[in-house]
């Protein structure tokens, strides 16, 4: 499985932006896809999961309300858009396929993930 997500860049405060990430390969038996990001001299955190079979997202408390996740299982592919987004967002965003039934919070959970992509948020 290869995961590729694009639409990183550099936006100011209180802007937007778009990822997406689309994964392709042995895709089956999957629960979903979700968002991790990494910030400079800090551990790998996360940001936000979509399920398949539920169509139901979980977000990281820092950035409900600003962001929101979909997905299309069809096509294997997650968006994250990032609105109102601060200083504290800047990372390396991560996607990643689910294939661990467990909570989509924990990094265990995921198998397959993208090479990431800079978000960065200048004040």
């Known amino acids: 499985v290869q995961l590729q997500a694009s639409g990183g860049g550099l936006v100011q405060a209180g802007g937007s932006l778009r990822l997406s990430c689309a994964a392709s390969?042995?895709?089956?038996?999957?629960?979903?896809m979700g968002w991790f990001r990494q910030a400079p001299g800090k551990e790998r955190e996360f940001v936000a999961a979509?399920?398949?079979?539920?169509?139901?997202?979980s977000y990281a408390d820092s950035v409900k309300g600003r962001f929101t996740i979909s997905g299309d299982n069809a096509k294997n592919a997650v968006y994250l858009q990032m609105n109102s987004l601060k200083p504290v967002d800047t990372a390396v965003y991560y996607c990643?396929?689910?294939?661990?039934?467990?909570?989509?919070?924990?990094?265990?959970?995921?198998?397959?993930w993208g090479p990431g992509t800079q978000v960065t948020v200048s004040s």
């Open positions: 990643a396929v689910r294939t661990n039934p467990i909570a989509a919070m924990f990094e265990r959970a995921y198998s397959y």
């Open positions: 390969g042995r895709t089956f038996s999957t629960y979903g």
């Open positions: 979509i399920s398949w079979s539920s169509a139901g997202t």
